[in-house]
């Protein structure tokens, strides 16, 4: 066994499949001197014990790409290392027993297309015939994807571990961290019981112990332990070798083939938590006992699927634990609390088909400095406050292990944990019909129910039950006004003498503006990728006040910090929580505004791009002029203890005029009609401004340096290799979600980012970038005859030159 070096560049703890994949990433890029310390054996995690199902698709472009490539390495891997690694390309099936999974199928199929993964669509027989042993009496469809597999857990682990060491790697057993050195807030070394390591960088890849490894680091990893069970039987005649791997959703279960036999597991809707008062020590190659009643409901539904298995012998009953988040995503990347701290954790049940992906992207992560591609749906800072508490994170992490097999409706909200953050009108606006939603912990008014309706969410594939309610708010707000309670907008203050400087750095717009202005910015990474996008404002010479979405709160907060360059004096608060924020919007805006306030609010002396401090019934508010939905309004940040009485005083005045609540759903269709782009969905760092047509907002032309600009200049001098387009289909009948994948003379050129419909232009809307290889100009964009793949038909659609809505037009079609 290799003995503990004094130092090295990277330490990974953990050897289990993510920890050794990290390792062999980095060596592979690289980075030699990396040491990987394991408190048990290598593999004596969870990964020892996983079934080995390795399936491909997820609902993300880059998180699929991340699985294909698992695949990819797996099946090179054995080759390559000369280790066994048991993989097997037999493809993956999934069954639909009702017409709305059915539609679900179809639409991860055309998900599957448009991210290039080949999915098939197949009738009950055709499904029969890949797995003869399955009763399909009660099938409506099935999908296969051919290039899905399974593989030995812990030979791929091994292969992985030996192909790191064979790049230099050092991989140490038996080897605990149990501490971390620290020097200005920065780790720079780990302690163990064998001695200390200095390095400069440390990946947390603990598994189910990574929670308690970053608290020893001061670090949040929002995860915990739950059991997870499946059963492996003897060998069952007509199971053959290359049978692929069964997911039968409805039925809550999954199979695959082991030596002649059948391995099912499955996602009770009552999970069990494990270790809630910690993780045993020397829990290492150890399994928990096996829980047969509690199993019993899984065997119920696999006995219905596969009869055989009333008279197949039952092996054993394999319980392990394994770490859950409260997303079900896998959490990867740089801590937002410490620079050099990375973590790769959490993986819900699918490490090892993340496993060569995972370990690859935070591998590039680590090299590079920061994500090596758009990685939101995963990224560690998509947490916040609420995955602080342990209690809260297994409470929603418990919900969502219930919900992994169960549909994912479009539009769906999670149920536990709420409500846990609440703005000061909470109570009001539930008094008003309100149906919340929750982001990052908050409670945010969706949609409002009117005529006795119930603020519930009907889900369906078809419109849903709150379609028309949204379409009055939307009218609202294009022939009225309304007001949208978006207290949970993160916001933040930039101070210090150099603030001015600081963000003129780290901004891809000219914020270096007088004082009252405001500026809407991307913040870019060193690719040109849009990493935030903003609102800036200078409330006084040395003091920015930056207002950013609800969701983005610590992803963007480090993003700055960390880009602030050193030397210069300038300090990142959270003022998040002091500040309630009432958008009031809709051509009437400016009279239910004065009618509460003796500021003026003329055009001239409040125009757009503003803000001013102005006193509502003695309150004083920051207004910000400036909308996201295509109408005269303001931003209204208030003190958190007006909040109420400034809302009641706008609604009096407002009433009279035809004011209404809003919601988020609505703020949706808005957008989409007036072009305003989301972060997360329409951009992200996988696309520079140029791309996503926002060249507008960058001061490329004057002569001021900052972030991503030499990439930006790059790209100015070369074709574009994809655009950023608006395509609608008139058919109300069609539904347009999102990665609906987009075809072009035929030949398939992209997917939507974001879609819904739009009330005041009746149409579906939906956005996306075009790509080609050989560049995107105006006469490729607007030459070509579009269609878009909707849940695997493909429908004719028109790409538009410019924003459907123009505020001239308030003419509503509900
Ligand atoms: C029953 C079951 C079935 C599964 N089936 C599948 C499947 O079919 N397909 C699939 O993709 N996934 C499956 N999984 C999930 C898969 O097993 C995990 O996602 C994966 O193994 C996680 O790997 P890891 O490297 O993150 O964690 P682990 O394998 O747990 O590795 C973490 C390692 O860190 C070490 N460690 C912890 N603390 C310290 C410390 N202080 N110092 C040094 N070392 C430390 C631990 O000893 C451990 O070896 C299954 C899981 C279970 C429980």
């Not at 993780?279 to 047969?292: A, V």
């Not at 999102?738 to 075809?743: H, K, Q, V």
């Amino acid at each position: 066994m290799a003995s503990l070096p004094q130092a090295a560049r990277v330490v990974v703890i953990g050897g289990g499949i993510i920890g050794c994949s990290t390792a062999y990433h980095l060596t592979r890029l690289g980075w030699k001197d990396v040491l990987v310390l394991e408190k048990g054996r290598l593999t004596s995690g969870s990964t020892f014990h996983a079934a080995g199902l390795v399936g491909q698709l997820r609902s993300s472009a880059n998180i699929t790409q991340l699985l294909k490539y698992s695949v990819e390495l797996y099946d090179k891997l054995e080759e390559e290392t000369g280790q066994a690694t048991g993989w097997k390309q037999n493809g993956g099936l999934r069954l639909a027993c009702n017409e709305e999974r059915m539609t679900e199928i179809k639409r991860q199929a055309t998900t599957a297309h448009s991210f290039g993964l080949e999915m098939h669509l197949l009738t009950p027989s055709e499904a029969k015939d890949l797995w003869p042993l399955m009763d399909v009496s009660d099938l409506v469809g099935a999908a296969f994807l051919p290039t899905d597999g399974q593989a030995n857990p812990s030979d791929i682990t091994l292969a992985l571990a030996k192909g790191a060491r064979m790049e230099g790697a050092t991989i140490v057993e038996e080897c605990e961290v149990t501490g971390f050195e620290m020097t200005n807030g920065r780790v720079t070394g780990v302690q163990t019981g064998s001695g200390n390591v200095s390095c400069e960088i440390v990946v947390n890849c603990a598994g189910q112990w990574a929670r308690r490894i970053g608290e020893m680091a001061g670090i949040s990893v929002p995860l915990v332990s739950v059991e997870h069970q499946y059963m492996v039987t003897e060998a069952i005649e007509g199971v053959a070798r290359d049978m692929p791997t069964l997911r039968d959703p409805d039925r809550l279960i999954y199979f695959k083939e082991e030596v002649g036999g059948l391995v099912m597991g499955g996602y009770e809707p009552n999970p069990k938590p494990w270790a809630v008062d910690g993780i045993p020590q020397g829990f290492n190659f150890t399994l928990l006992e096996s829980d047969f009643d509690h199993f019993e409901q899984l065997m119920e539904q696999a006995l219905v699927r596969v009869p055989a298995l009333a008279e197949a012998g039952v092996k054993e009953l394999i319980n392990g634990p394994e770490s859950f988040t409260p997303d079900g995503s896998f959490i990867l990347g740089e801590a937002p609390e410490r620079q050099g701290f990375y973590v790769g954790a959490g993986f819900n049940a699918f490490g090892i088909a993340s496993g060569g992906g995972a370990g690859k992207a935070l591998a590039e992560w680590i090299a590079g400095g920061e994500p090596p591609m758009d990685l939101w749906p995963v990224d560690i800072r998509r947490f916040g406050r609420p995955h602080q508490s342990t209690d809260w994170v297994r409470t929603r992490t418990l919900e969502l292990y219930g919900k992994h097999y169960t549909m994912s409706w479009p539009f769906e909200e999670h149920e536990s944990g709420r409500p846990e953050r609440v703005s000061p009108l909470y109570g009001a606006l539930k008094d008003s019909g309100a149906c919340f939603g929750e982001k990052l912990g908050w409670e945010r008014p969706n949609w409002f129910a009117t005529n006795g309706q119930a603020p519930r969410d009907v889900y369906s594939y078809g419109r849903q039950n709150w379609f028309e309610a949204v379409g009055q708010e939307h009218q609202a707000v294009r022939e009225k006004a309304a007001l949208f309670d978006q207290s949970s907008f993160a916001k933040f203050l930039m101070v210090g003498p150099d603030a001015a400087a600081a963000l003129s750095w780290i901004c891809a717009n000219d914020v270096e503006k007088p004082v009252g202005s405001i500026v809407y910015t991307q913040m870019l990474n060193s690719r040109g990728g849009i990493e935030c996008d903003l609102t800036v404002v200078r409330v006084a010479e040395d003091q920015f006040y930056i207002v950013t979405g609800t969701g983005f709160a610590t992803h963007d907060f480090a993003h700055i910090e960390r880009t602030i360059p050193e030397g210069l004096q300038a300090t990142l608060i959270d003022v998040t929580s002091g500040h309630a924020t009432l958008s009031l919007m809709g051509p009437l805006a400016r009279d239910v505004l004065s009618a509460v306030t003796d500021a003026d609010l003329s055009n001239e002396a409040f125009p757009f791009a503003t803000a001013q401090t102005i006193s509502i019934g003695g309150a004083p508010v920051r207004a910000l002029r400036i909308t996201y939905v295509g109408e005269l309004g303001w931003e209204l940040h208030i003190p958190t203890e007006y909040a109420l009485s400034v809302y009641t005083k706008l609604w009096k005045a407002g009433e009279p005029l035809g004011l209404a609540n809003a919601g988020y759903r609505a703020i949706e269709s808005l957008r989409l009609e007036k072009g305003y782009r989301a972060w997360g969905s329409d951009i992200n760092p996988d696309h520079t401004p140029f791309e996503a047509g926002l060249g507008w907002a960058v001061k490329l032309r004057k002569n001021i340096p900052f972030l991503g600009r030499e990439a930006l200049a790059e790209q100015a001098g070369s074709p574009l290799k994809k655009r950023f387009a608006c395509f609608t289909i008139d058919d109300p009948d069609v539904i347009l979600l999102g990665r609906e994948t987009l075809y072009r003379d035929g030949e398939r050129v992209g997917w939507l980012s974001s879609a819904g419909w739009g009330y005041t232009v009746a149409k579906n809307i939906g956005y996306g970038y075009v790509r080609c290889a050989d560049g995107v100009d105006d006469d490729f964009l607007y030459g070509g005859g579009y269609e878009l793949e909707v849940a695997t038909e493909r429908v004719a659609c028109s790409i538009e030159r410019k924003a459907l809505y123009d505020p001239a037009m308030a003419r509503i079609k509900v």
